[in-house]
């Protein structure tokens, strides 16, 4: 009966959750608040990456239905901590793009302000750093090593090593300059991925509306729509496999598919979610965005979706803080353990895909495009 109550509590803590983080965007809920735990949505809030989404969503319910006051105190102090982190981190990224278009480099952003500007409020959506692709002007130049080198000259650390980005540490904001946008070494169908995503981004720097790509008052560039959307599939994908998705990647795609929606060339990106193997991971994504933006309800959710939302309730199982040997130690552990995964939503087996890990690492330790 004891663990009856307790499975009860905690799926009632995971509507509440729900109910604020719908509102927070926007959506209508029929479900109502009462009798709240409120510590354990906020450290649900937490877990999943969406405090300040969260907290809109409880700033639209009526007072009656809200935390007590010292306890709303302390989430509208969070909020106001996850509004300034996004100041300094906008700032830091703002003054590299700047020095960086002085050297005759574009930046362009993956993922963050891209998903963040289709939030109702950018700046409650919380990042730990920023991802970018650097391209030079002229189309000729190394931009990746000479932006390396400029940001380490103007006094800052530059960390260079792993074979798919370099690290910038900035004031208040951690960058990954990428060389390569998927971790594509030993997979042949990534690697084909890999290609498009930088000939498209290559074909921008001659786009006639390139100015409309800049984001207002700042040196940084939205990549291409596609290489946008192919970019969030992919790296949502990785963390499924790998590590476990949260509501907060589910909710990027969600807002982005939004904001987007006629903007996106479905019938390609379509075909290049065929092409690159994405389609049963997609179909379920992109039903449980439809879920958390409540266009449908869990009776519509197929047996293959409710796998990947239990999923979603899941802790994450992390291993990109680990590095070396036991970073790669804990990738295969958690490769075999996602077997399940690889059964029901990839196109390989577990077994392949362990085998491009040990091949990445053995065969091709610094990876090139062919």
Known sequence: MEKVLKVQDRDKSRQDFLTLLRSGIGC???????????????????????FSVVADGLGRMPLEARPPKMELFQWIAMVFQD????????????KMAELLHENGIRTYVLK?????????????RYSADCDCF??????????WNRGNVIVKEAGFEVSVGFYKNSTFHLPGLMVENHVFLTPFRGNKVLNRLEK??????????????????????TWLYRPPMMVSALFLIEHA??????????WRHILDWAMFRRKHQYDIDWKELNARIDEFGFRKFYDSYERLSQYLLGEITEIDLSERDKMMLADVWEDLDLHETVQGAKGK???????????????????????HALWIQVKGVLLNRHPKLD
Request: charged residues 30%; hydrophobic residues 40%.
């Open 329 to 351: 130690l804990a990738l295969v552990g958690n490769t075999i353990r996602a077997r399940w995964k690889y059964r029901h939503f990839a196109e390989i087996s577990m077994i």
């Open 28 to 50: 209508k809920t029929a479900y109502s608040l009462a009798n709240v735990d409120w510590e354990r949505v906020k450290v649900l809030a937490m877990m999943q990456v969406l």
């Open 134 to 143: 650097l391209l030079s002007e002229d189309g000729k130049e190394d931009a």
């Open 196 to 217: 498009l995503l930088q000939k498209l981004l290559r074909e921008d720097l001659d786009s006639s509306d390139i100015e409309s790509r800049r984001f207002e008052g």
């Open 112 to 124: 963050g302000e891209v998903v963040s500007e289709c939030y109702p409020n950018p700046k409650h």
């Open 237 to 246: 994908y990785s963390h499924f496999l790998h590590e476990g998705l949260t």
């Open 83 to 94: 509004e300034n982190r996004f100041d300094i981190q906008h700032g830091s990224a703002m």
